[in-house]
């Protein structure tokens, strides 16, 4: 989604509002040419989400044109809106409402930014990573998602797996924090995933999986290296299984 305002369609609701909700909350505002109210709210939705500087996203979405996201909100009468954040709705309204409403609706989304929210941002914008300010972040909030992950990623690097680890441990297993870890595991181990040695390396692995058990879980760590998306990862997948049961 670039900027905060986006036109969605059947085709790219997956990648515009869900996928894009785990990042930002995103107002997904259902409208439709011929009708009168939605003129008159989407303006309103628009300038208010617009004001919260990126903080929330807007997802117009003609029900007309767009069947199959109108079907999956279930909607009945438009306009209606929803805050969609991680995936799920959150919130929603439907008919026309006053500004001061659709203020208080989207205000309820766009939180301020705390202290280490806002150097996690400062240290993505560093040249060398921000380190030093992500390790303050983590002093003012110990479990602070953002600065975890890039924090990780940065020891992963240099090949201190130990404390990725042991960080990446603070949170909640998603599958970002199941691929860092396994990142962090192979790093510590001096393994290299390479796309032109990684058949030879898990054919070698698989051998061991079923009386190995660091076999077994670094053939599985180098699938989650790959990621699901990886044309091999669900036949090596269905080669592990295979070869334990």
Known sequence: MVG???????????????DRSTEVPVVVDLWATWCGPCRTLGPIIERVVASTGGRVALAKVDVDANPSIAASFQVQSIPAVYAVVDRKVVDGFIGAQPEQVVSEFVGRLAAEPSEADRLVAEAAESADGGEALLRAALELDRDHEGAVTALARILVARGDADEALALLGRLPETPEIRRLQAEARLAGQHVEVTDDGVDELLAGLLERVRTDDAARQEYVDVLERLGPDDPRTAGYRKALTARLF
Do not use: I
């Open 4 to 18: 905060t305002m986006v036109d969605v369609t059947d085709a790219t609701f997956e990648t515009e509002v869900l």
